[in-house]
Each structure stands twice: as C-alpha cells, then as structure tokens.
C-alpha cells in the first residue's frame, strides 16, 4: 500500500499518477504496486514535480510498519534511533523577542544520537548489515543466489556470514555477467534454501538490520520463508538508500556503486553480497558524519 500526496503539481503529474493510483481526493493518491513500479513511479514524481511539494508513505517491513520519503517539503522523514519522525519547522514569531526564541532543528544531544556519537553503553547490540544477490529483480519469481551479512558492534566489523544458495533456477547470463556467479559455482558450493534462510536468521537474532534499498531484500527473504514454511523473525530495519537521497539530495544517480564512488570509496568488488555490505556499511559511517 503507498499513498502519494503532491501540491503544486503540473497537470501532467496529475495525469500520469492517476494511471497507476486513485485520486481520492485533491493531491491524494492511494494504490498497491511492486517495489520496483513504486520506486519508479517516486522517481519519475521527483523529475517532473519542478517547483510542487511532494509526499510519499508505502508499507514496509519495519517496527512501525511503513515509510516516508519527501520532494521540496519543509516536512523532512527523519530516522530516530531506528525509528522515522517527521522533523516539522517551527513556526517563527516575528513579534517575539528574539532572545525569548527556540532555534529550530534538533538539539545537540539529538545530533549526536543521529552521528552515532553515543558512548558504547548506550549504542545497543549493534546491527547487521544484509544483502543478497538474486537471479533478478521481481520477489515473486526470482530467487537468492548469495548471501552477505556483516556483523557491527561500536564501530568494527566483529563477525560476518557468506553463502551461495542453490534455488533451483539457472541463472540469466545478465546476472553472471553482473555477479560472477556461476552455475557451477551454486551447484559446488551452495546450499539448500532452507539451511541459507535458517542460518541468515540464526546470525541475525533480534539485532537491527540495515540494507542499502533494504526492503528489496525483505521481499526476496520474506518470500524464501514461505516457500520453506518459515517466518521470518526480522523486525528492525533502517533503508541506507533513503539516508542517502535525505543527505546527498544533489546526485544523479543513487546506485550503490556511484555513491560509494562520491565518498572514493572503492568498488572493485560491486555486486557480490559481501562485499556490497562492505560498501553500505562504509557509506552509513559516512552518512553519520554528515
């Protein structure tokens, strides 16, 4: 389920969105589309809004159970130890004393949460970085292939898990070109769907985990568990991709690899599970910075 609410919004927008979503009511919109139509869709209202405002809010799988994300607004989605606020402005009153004035924004405790400036004792357990490489991009019929899961306490990598996934389809010459992966490697080195998903959970826990476009993998795993008549015991998830497009709003293009390139960091090894939790976790450290 997402809902989209725009103002100022050109005539064509207008149009186009009503295409995939009903109007109930003026800048409104409500509808049920995939990950990847839904994140197109956001796409294209961010290109052709110019000068509008607009709002997104979509279902996914975290504590509170959806998500925002923002275009032009004064009303920015805001991660909160694990959790999205909307961070309102405050109204300025122009014939209050100045000194009598709250400055707006966070405060410096605030901050610092958000940094990651925590001591230790107040930092929690630590997180999971999670990603997976799969034979495509619909969660409905495409499959796992390779598992990558680092281990964060404070600020160090303490443990990690990799593994191939024999899922029972042969791969797309697209994906072995893009991944390395080959047949014959899930075939010699891979393991049943069944024992991958029980040790992703099993080294998981009840830690927080974190993903660059982490909802991609939630689908693909949430989808393993039914075929294997599991559930899934992941709770707390945080979308790196979407601190990323809060912070560095002035990018063409938000793939992993182009930001890990704009903060040089390096990507020999892109599109292999683990190393691409390498390159998120390096890039939520720089995240934290700014």
């Not at 930092?123 to 680092?150: P, Q, W």
């Not at 704009?262 to 910075?289: G, M, P, Q, W």
């Amino acid at each position: 389920m997402i809902i989209i609410c725009v103002t100022n919004c050109p005539p064509g927008l207008r149009g186009d969105l009503s295409k995939w979503l009903s109007e109930v009511n003026t800048g409104v919109y409500i509808g049920k589309l995939s990950t990847r139509v839904r994140e197109e869709l956001w796409h294209r209202v961010c290109d052709s809004i110019k000068s509008g405002q607009a709002t997104m809010v979509y279902s996914t799988n975290n504590e509170q159970g959806y998500a925002f994300l923002t275009h032009n607004t004064t009303w920015a989605a805001t991660d909160y130890e694990g959790i999205t606020l909307m961070k309102k402005p405050l109204a300025v009153n122009e014939d209050a004393e100045n000194s009598n004035l709250l400055k707006q924004g966070f405060s410096k405790a605030s901050k610092y949460r958000q940094r990651g400036l925590v001591s230790k004792s107040r930092a929690g357990s630590g997180y999971i970085v999670m990603d997976f490489e799969t034979t495509g991009l619909d969660h409905d019929n495409d499959r796992i292939i390779e598992a990558g899961l680092l281990k964060i306490e404070g600020d160090e990598i303490v443990d990690q898990f990799q593994c191939l996934v024999q899922c029972g389809r042969s791969l797309p010459e697209a994906v072995t070109k893009l991944t390395g992966i080959t047949n014959e490697m899930i075939e010699k080195q891979g393991i049943k769907e069944e024992a991958a998903f029980d040790k992703i959970q099993e080294f998981v826990g009840g830690d927080l985990v974190i993903g660059y476009n982490v909802q991609f993998d939630m689908n693909f795993i949430q989808r393993l568990g039914q075929r294997v008549g599991k559930n899934v015991t992941i709770k707390k998830t945080r979308d790196v991709l979407q601190l990323v497009r809060r912070k560095l709003d002035d990018l063409e293009n938000y793939q992993l690899k182009a930001v890990a390139e704009y903060f040089s960091l390096d990507t020999s090894n892109v599109h292999r599970a683990l190393a691409d939790c390498a390159l998120t976790y390096r890039i939520y450290l720089e995240l934290n910075k700014i």
